[in-house]
């Protein structure tokens, strides 16, 4: 029996397998000149005189109810910010965002209760949100960054000359590096580190 590689091994597309005395071959692999070939990069399988390249699949999820996800402000109204969601890859695996993310000013919405209230003319299109998804609409997510410290703006630049902004500690507000201009975003507890952004996200998945 002549096989180039070894079972359950992954092959590319282009290996030599084996040649077609010994096998049939299955799907994932072309004859040339008496040779079998991989077409795909996969698992190779052989068996009962049969050979066959099962594609590699990547393991791609959607995001849900009650997850974490970091969002950009692409347009603003008085009572609703409108995101882009960002697709993230952790552990190995693929969360891709399907929709935009909407939020909703807790003050349009009738939330007496609220000891935050958002004032969306302090925050800027472009700036960078770690936000909870409230709710999986058909079109978009209802978002939410109020409802935990480390939900907020996570990356901003200062609006008047474009440098980023920075956590004044003292002043428990946003301060430009550069011209001292300060705003009063609801910051996330992890400003500025996007590794401790993907910790919140990965204890919310
Ligand atoms: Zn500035």
């Given at each position: 029996?002549?096989?180039?590689?070894?079972?359950?091994?992954?092959?590319?597309?282009?290996?030599?397998?084996?040649?077609?005395?010994?096998?049939?071959?299955?799907?994932?692999?072309?004859?040339?000149?008496?040779?079998?070939?991989?077409?795909?990069?996969?698992?190779?399988?052989?068996?009962?005189?049969?050979?066959?390249?099962?594609?590699?699949?990547?393991?791609?999820?959607?995001?849900?109810e009650?997850?974490v996800?970091?969002?950009?402000?692409?347009?603003?109204?008085?009572?609703?910010a409108?995101?882009?969601?960002?697709?993230?890859r952790?552990?190995?695996?693929?969360?891709?965002?399907?929709k935009?993310?909407?939020?909703?000013?807790?003050?349009?919405?009738g939330?007496?209760?609220?000891?935050?209230?958002?004032?969306?003319?302090?925050?800027?299109v472009?700036?960078?949100?770690?936000?909870?998804?409230?709710?999986?609409?058909?079109?978009?997510?209802?978002?939410?960054?109020e409802?935990?410290?480390?939900?907020?703006?996570?990356?901003?630049v200062?609006?008047?000359?474009?440098?980023?902004?920075?956590?004044?500690?003292?002043?428990?507000?946003?301060?430009?590096?550069?011209?001292?201009?300060?705003?009063?975003?609801?910051?996330?507890?992890?400003?500025?580190?996007?590794?401790?952004?993907l910790?919140?996200?990965?204890?919310?998945?």
């Amino acid at each position: 029996m002549r096989v180039f590689v070894k079972d359950t091994e992954i092959v590319m597309p282009g290996d030599k397998l084996a040649t077609e005395e010994e096998f049939l071959p299955e799907r994932g692999i072309f004859n040339e000149n008496g040779y079998l070939f991989s077409l795909l990069v996969g698992d190779l399988f052989l068996g009962r005189g049969k050979i066959g390249v099962k594609p590699l699949l990547r393991d791609i999820r959607t995001f849900k109810e009650e997850n974490v996800v970091i969002c950009m402000i692409t347009d603003l109204l008085p009572s609703i910010a409108f995101t882009s969601v960002s697709s993230i890859r952790l552990n190995g695996k693929d969360y891709v965002a399907l929709k935009e993310g909407k939020i909703i000013n807790p003050s349009e919405r009738g939330h007496y209760g609220s000891s935050k209230k958002l004032n969306f003319s302090d925050y800027n299109v472009g700036d960078v949100l770690l936000a909870k998804i409230k709710y999986n609409d058909d079109d978009s997510y209802m978002l939410d960054i109020e409802s935990s410290p480390e939900l907020g703006v996570l990356f901003s630049v200062c609006e008047d000359c474009g440098e980023p902004m920075i956590y004044d500690s003292k002043l428990h507000m946003l301060a430009c590096s550069k011209c001292k201009h300060v705003n009063n975003k609801d910051v996330s507890t992890v400003y500025g580190s996007i590794e401790e952004a993907l910790k919140v996200i990965e204890k919310n998945l």
